[in-house]
């Protein structure tokens, strides 16, 4: 069990995932993930989309609260 509360950027939340093959993973807070470009809905529609073909690519159930 790894407990984290200190990511925040989406492509280091990626890496974490893929390198330690985590089975599930709670992202507890999707607002905090950090990405630089776009209004609220735009950055929170594309960490949404990412995350959830990462589940997929990395075979893992991700859960994401707001």
């Not at 089975?23 to 990412?50: C, H, P």
């Amino acid at each position: 069990m790894a407990f984290y509360d200190d990511i925040y950027s989406l492509s280091e939340i990626l890496t974490e995932i893929k390198e330690h093959k985590y089975e599930f993973v709670v992202i507890d807070f999707l607002q905090n993930i950090f990405l630089k470009d776009g209004d609220e809905y735009t950055r929170l529609s594309f960490a949404t989309l990412a995350l959830q073909k990462a589940a997929k690519a990395f075979d893992c159930c991700i859960l994401v609260l707001s």
